[in-house]
């Protein structure tokens, strides 16, 4: 029972991406019904062996959208949910540019690695998806990549909201009332405002609209990192009086009456092979 997030990466955006300044490996999300691995992007791999996860405990991954921070380790996740494409199992959900391709955005994952998974399933926004038995609702995002989405995932715990890269709107934020925990892509800081993207002055606005238990804010561009996601995640709870938490890379989030905050953090040099292999 409950609901376990890890954070393999916590960075965002093209400059924090291709110095790693962070890692964005997207996160894992275990429940009753098996492991989601959301938003695979660069070092998802590294990560997961750094904490002797074995992808082949992967059920279903999830890309929201075609852009390399969030899809370009897929395939070789794809491969490990699989054991090496020998066992065909689990499910790859994705946004039509990432399953497809459209308007000149992917497709993000090969036909090879299509045909390997048990199922291939094109989410689009008002999609109620059953993921391992986990209901899950898609919401709709303003992005530069249009087909881009968020989630409601409806763990025992309550609602945990996965809200992709998007811009701020009313309209937007008020979809994940009800949320328990929000994440929140927070590429910015402040007063730095980019388009398609929330700095954390529309966190604040985003967590007034939403009004949840705890927001953790991910996806740190590079002018965020050298400010301090700490210093913003406060500025953020100063300014709405809701309690919001800055994530670290490999820091663990195990949901249950309370939240409680870990580290997965097991690295050594004797890597030793999986009982999957
Ligand atoms: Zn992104
Ligand atoms: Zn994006």
Same mark, same amino acid.
């Given at each position: ?7 393999? $990466? ?30 695979? $992007? ?37 491969e490990?949910?699989t054991?090496g494409g ?16 459209? $308007?000149?955005? $992917? ?9 390997i ?19 899950? %609702? ?74 949840? %238990? ?15 996601? %700490? ?47």
């Open positions: 029972m409950g609901f376990k997030i890890t954070f393999l $990466g916590t960075g965002g955006g093209r400059h924090t991406t291709m110095y790693q300044a962070r890692s964005t490996g997207g996160m894992l999300m275990e429940h009753p019904g098996g492991t989601i691995h959301v938003d695979p $992007g660069p070092s998802a791999l590294v990560q997961m062996r750094k904490i002797h996860y074995d992808p082949a405990r992967t059920s279903s991954v999830i890309v929201s959208h075609a852009h390399p921070d969030h899809y370009s380790d897929a395939e070789c996740v794809l490990g949910m054991c020998w066992k065909k199992r689990g499910c790859l959900y994705g946004s039509p540019t990432v399953i497809d391709g459209e $308007g000149g955005l $992917g497709p993000c994952v090969s036909r090879y690695h299509q045909s998974v048990s199922g291939t399933r094109v989410f689009r926004p008002g999609d109620v998806l059953d993921i391992d038995g986990l209901r899950t %609702e898609v919401c709709r995002a303003e992005h530069s990549d249009p087909t881009n989405v968020g989630f409601r995932f409806h763990t025992d715990a309550g609602v945990v909201s996965y809200v992709s890269d998007t811009s701020f709107s009313p309209e937007i934020a008020v979809q994940y009332r009800g949320s328990r925990v929000l994440i929140l892509p927070v590429t910015t800081p402040w007063d730095l405002r980019i388009h398609y993207h929330l700095c954390t002055e529309d966190a604040a606005k985003f967590m007034s609209v939403v009004k949840p %238990e705890l927001t953790v804010m991910i996806h740190f561009g590079i002018v965020m990192i050298k400010r301090g996601p %700490e210093t913003e995640a406060a500025l953020a709870e100063e300014r709405t009086g809701l309690r919001a938490v800055a994530a670290r890379d490999l820091m663990t989030l195990d949901l249950g009456n309370e939240v409680v905050f870990g580290d997965a953090m097991t690295y050594n040099d004797d890597w030793v092979p999986p009982s999957s292999i």
